[in-house]
């Protein structure tokens, strides 16, 4: 920023754009500037010239302000350059200003010279990326004397609606308008709108005033903020939300800055205001009110003040009138017209002197002056014998031919002006305004004649209607009115023909009205009986449709977003009060309608629908009669219900045909009295929904007679009804779904097992989801929405198997469900066995060790198909078997596991003892065979016949084990410590191949099938080192063998 220079720009650094700014007394200053930017600089007596050199295609713009009240009021510019260009100059601050020069083609070395009309220009630059540019620019305030580019009123309209952002705006002596963006239409969400308001003249003491208009903001949430200077950081002048009425704001410089912020929900219709210059001191009205009558002279004024005013003054050539007997003084509030926007009324006040024992010399000129701080205005009043402001006597209204007329008394120097929404109205094609003389009155020296004003509206439309303002002038003073035109009786709403007033089916009844009115807005109010019925309820939906189109449809369409507005939308083609009203108008036909639902017989009778329009009010009645058969019944569970159908006929039989989704599922004869036929249904299962047919013949004939309204629909609500489960029990899950309907709704789904509740988790996943099932009515089965609630437990224990409870609830009560799920081990007599051999001289004990889940039992030994007699002639055998338990598990689903073992001995060992041994157990699961082979001591068990190995590397610990049995091993167990290793994939990893190894037998080296066992342990740990153990079970007995596992060093 160069501060003796006055320049004030924004910077941006392109490649492609140089720009020089040669400085009168500061020398040259090179910045690489411009592309796109705004710059904003101030002016000065001298030239200031700027370089600007473009590569390829950029654009530059420059607003030029002028400040200096001393050498001239305007900007001149005058530009040279060499290139392909386009120049546009605007006489204001912004693009949206009038264009006083614009240059499109190819020039060399031509000149512009160009002068606002104002303190502000704007001259903006585009760029060919074809082509070598350059130009100079050179500005300066216009000497006095010159005229400005721009002939005609210096004063530009430049009022903003629709826009949002930072736009620097000027404010004249006449006022010009900032609306919220859309207005009258809502506003958007999330906006952040300002506007910079800067004074067209800074060379004397005027303000910015700011008058608003409208304000319907979202209260607390969306602000209009206006701030005292040419920022948002200057004092705040006034914070406004939520509606408010007109009102003043005046600044106290010669710039203002409005902005407008929304937040993201609820907008409202947004504000309209002006903004003008003008002198801060209070505002006096043009119109002054003189009354002379008996003696008592009275003369009034209406003053406004943005500050309060401090003193109010009346004088009398020249010299100061002091408050005594004959002269009393008042000061009173009062609405005041702004005289710069005519119609706009703000609170202000009203000054009044009166004078008493009025004498000849009292009559002549009177001056009123109203002081603040920041200076006097004053206002001339004459005070004429014989003679008075315009005094309005009455008005009339004509609200079908739309016509106003005001009598009113004046001498014959009088003005009649006409406003409607602040808007002057003069004669034209769609108004007729004219005055006469009505009556003639002599009144001592001075003629005050009766007039009649009168205003009527050609084609009136709605819009035409509503507040009138009639304000009559003479040179004494002037008279104001506000009249209503109500819109006339004749116009309320009208009905039309409805074809199908009532309709009815199983779920609702429909009342229809079609009407139309010439005023939009129209409303229907709908009552059964003498209450009003409420919106928006699951019981009843109002609507209104206007030429078929929902009402929140209706602006998309082209209705007026508000009724009343000057400038609606004009998509809307008005209607004319007082026209034909048909179906060829569509802007005038509406159509009421009511949806009642869940029907009870309390919903029938008459129904009265108010329809209200700005003229009044039309009502109607629509009578819904009872059918023959009630469409819809509703019965809950173990209650009972009855169904009615009455068909007035003579000689008839009547019967029913219950029904679901077409397929007959029953014919029922019901019990027939006279003309009702009466279907008892005694308790209300599911089975008992679908829909029921009244079905009427002729006595004599046997010939159909026809029901209108034949056909009722049964909805059952009943406790939840399970259907059949599924169950699939594997050695890793248990997977359980149990299907089910439920209406209404069900609430809760709670699953017990074994009589604990169960909640989900990762063991035990429950869910509940939407899935279709088969609802049995009456030996057939129809497909209806319902749930499937399912279990799904991964690797079950023992604990995980018994009984399922499942309760399922809604509104109506509860159901329970059992599902016994058994484990598949309990299917077995025996779930493991272990067999040994052990010698003590010349005896061989044969132990069997084994579980089962049954302690009822029986054993037996039998040696080569011969049962083992304990009673041997010389005591060969004695068997040792843990006795049998005298009692089952009292819960047969949920058994506990048992170990039992018995012992077979064989004393006096000889050659005819050796052999095959079977233990053969029976329980209620069966019978198990469990084989022990008997043969000469130190033969036949399981030999490891190398010394175990070990390695741990990488984390990785292993142990290997080399064996060979004679008759195969039946089991391999590995142990650390005392506790048994299982075979899992993530820590321990056990695995048993068949190998050939060579072992020495009677001295002789021979080739054998052996085995190799290795346990592998992963993520190896401190506490994996230590002592393991390998266990080798066959049919004779078991060998083991141990290593150390040592931690390295």
């Excluded at 304000?215 to 914070?239: F, M, P, Q, W």
């Excluded at 229907?524 to 209450?531: C, I, P, Q, S």
């Amino acid at each position: 920023m160069c501060r003796n220079n006055k320049l004030i720009s924004r910077i941006d650094n392109s490649p492609l754009t140089r720009i020089v700014l040669v400085l009168p007394l500061l020398g040259i200053v090179s910045s690489e500037i411009c592309s796109g930017q705004t710059n904003h600089v101030i002016s000065s007596p001298h030239y200031t010239t700027v370089n600007i050199v473009s590569l390829g295609r950029s654009s530059c713009t420059w607003v030029i302000e002028q400040v200096d009240c001393d050498n001239g009021g305007t900007v001149g510019v005058q530009v040279s350059f060499f290139g392909e260009f386009s120049i546009t100059i605007y006489d204001g601050p912004s693009s949206q200003y009038p264009v006083i020069g614009k240059y499109n083609h190819f020039i060399l070395g031509s000149g512009i010279d160009k002068r606002s009309s104002g303190r502000f220009m704007t001259v903006h630059f585009t760029f060919s990326p074809h082509s070598y540019n350059r130009f100079h620019l050179r500005y300066r305030n216009t000497p006095k004397g010159l005229l400005p580019s721009r002939s005609g009123s210096t004063e530009t309209e430049n009022s903003v609606s629709d826009t949002c952002g930072e736009i620097l705006l000027v404010a004249y002596q006449k006022p010009n308008f900032i609306t919220s963006p859309g207005y009258p239409r809502e506003y958007g969400n999330s906006l952040d709108c300002k506007w910079t308001v800067k004074s067209d003249d800074v060379c004397n003491d005027d303000v910015i005033q700011i008058t608003i208009h409208t304000l319907a903001l979202e209260v607390n949430y969306d602000h209009l903020v206006i701030y005292d200077g040419d920022s948002d950081l200057e004092r705040v002048l006034t914070k406004l939300s939520g509606h408010g009425e007109s009102q003043v704001i005046m600044a106290s410089g010669k710039s203002v800055v409005i902005q407008f912020k929304t937040d993201d929900t609820a907008p409202g219709r947004g504000f309209h205001l002006s903004y003008i210059r003008t002198k801060a001191s209070p505002s006096i009205s043009p119109t002054v009110v003189t009354k002379v009558s008996k003696g008592v002279a009275e003369m009034s004024v209406d003053f406004m003040s943005s500050t309060p005013h401090t003193a109010v003054d009346w004088s009398r050539l020249g010299r100061h009138i002091q408050q005594e007997d004959r002269y009393t003084f008042r000061v009173t509030s009062a609405k005041v017209g702004i005289a710069s926007e005519p119609g706009v009324v703000v609170d202000g006040f009203t000054a009044t002197m009166v004078i008493t024992d009025l004498q000849s010399s009292d009559f002549g000129n009177y001056n009123v002056g109203v002081r603040n701080k920041f200076g006097v205005s004053e206002r001339l009043i004459s005070l004429r014998r014989g003679s008075s402001a315009p005094d309005i006597r009455n008005y009339t209204v004509f609200s079908e031919n739309a016509t106003i007329m005001v009598m009113f008394s004046s001498h014959t120097n009088f003005e009649v002006e006409w406003y409607k929404s602040q808007h002057i109205l003069n004669t034209g094609s769609d108004v007729a305004i004219a005055t006469k003389l009505v009556q003639s009155d002599e009144n001592g020296n001075e003629n005050e004649d009766i007039y009649m004003a009168m205003l009527s509206r050609v084609e009136p439309t709605e819009l035409d209607y509503g507040e009138y303002m009639c304000i009559i002038r003479n040179d004494i003073g002037s008279s104001e009115i506000s009249v209503n035109m109500d819109l006339p009786r004749t116009e309320l709403p009208r009905l039309l023909t409805t074809p199908l007033a009532v309709q009815m089916s199983d779920k609702d009844i429909i009342l229809t009205v079609n009407f139309d009115s010439n005023i939009a807005y129209p409303t229907a109010t709908w009552y059964h009986g003498n209450v009003q019925l409420e919106n928006a309820t699951d019981k009843y939906r109002q609507e209104m449709t206007w030429k078929g189109i929902l009402s929140s449809n209706w602006f998309t369409y082209g209705y007026p977003t508000h009724q009343n507005q000057s400038d609606v939308d004009r998509s809307y083609d008005y209607p004319s009060i007082g026209s034909t009203r048909t179906s060829t108008v569509p802007n005038a036909n509406y159509t009421a309608l009511l949806t009642i639902s869940m029907i009870t017989s309390d919903d029938f009778g008459p129904y009265r629908v108010v329809l209200r329009n700005d003229a009044g009010i039309t009502h109607h009645v629509i009578d819904v009669t009872i059918p023959e058969v009630f469409p819809y019944a509703t019965c809950d569970q173990s209650n009972a219900i009855q169904l009615v159908c009455n068909v007035t006929s003579c000689s008839i039989t009547q019967s029913w045909i219950h029904s679901v989704d077409g397929d007959v599922i029953r014919k029922l004869p019901g019990d027939q009295d006279g003309t009702i036929n009466t279907l008892s249904i005694p308790t209300c299962m599911y089975s008992d929904a679908g829909t029921y047919t009244c079905v009427a013949k002729e006595e004599e004939t046997g010939n159909d007679i026809i029901v209108h309204h034949n056909r009722t629909k049964l909805t059952v609500r009943a406790v939840p009804q399970i259907l059949e489960s599924t169950v699939d029990v594997t050695s890793t899950r248990i997977l359980i779904a149990v299907p089910f309907y439920s209406l209404p709704p069900y609430r809760r789904v709670t699953w017990y097992r074994n009589e604990k509740r169960i909640s989900s988790s990762d063991s035990n996943v429950i869910e509940t989801e939407p899935h279709d099932v088969n609802l049995p009515v009456h030996f057939k089965t129809f497909s209806r929405p319902g749930h499937k609630t399912s279990i799904n437990v991964s690797s079950p224990s023992a604990e995980d198997y018994g009984v399922y409870h499942i309760t399922i609830s809604n509104e109506i009560g509860s159901s329970e469900y059992f599902i016994n799920v058994q484990n598949p081990e309990y299917a077995n007599p025996i779930t493991s066995s272990d067999v040994g051999v052990t010698y003590d001289r010349d005896s061989a004990l044969l132990n069997v060790n084994f579980t089962s889940h049954y302690p009822n039992f029986s054993l037996k030994w039998y040696f080569r198909g011969v049962e083992v007699q304990i009673n041997h002639p010389i005591n060969k055998y004695q068997i040792q078997t843990e006795p049998s338990g005298d009692h089952d598990d009292p819960n047969s689903l949920v058994r506990t596991k048992h170990s039992i073992s018995s012992i077979l001995t064989v004393t006096c060992l000889t050659a005819e003892d050796y052999g095959m041994y079977d233990a053969i157990l029976s329980n209620e699961a069966g019978q198990a065979v469990i084989p022990v082979k008997l043969i000469e001591n130190g033969q036949g068990i399981p030999e490891i016949v190398q010394d175990m190995t070990t390695d741990v590397t990488n984390s990785t610990g292993q142990i290997w084990a080399t064996f060979h049995s004679l008759t195969g091993y039946r089991r391999i167990r590995w142990l650390k410590g005392n506790e048994e290793i299982t075979n899992d994939s993530l820590k321990y990893h056990i695995v048993n191949n068949d190998i050939d190894i060579v072992v020495s037998s009677n001295g002789e080296t021979v080739e054998k099938t052996g085995t190799i066992t290795r346990l592998r342990v992963t993520s190896f740990e401190d506490k994996d080192y230590g002592r393991y153990t390998v266990q080798i079970y066959n049919d004779v007995g078991m060998t083991d063998r141990s290593v150390t596992l040592h931690e390295e060093c």
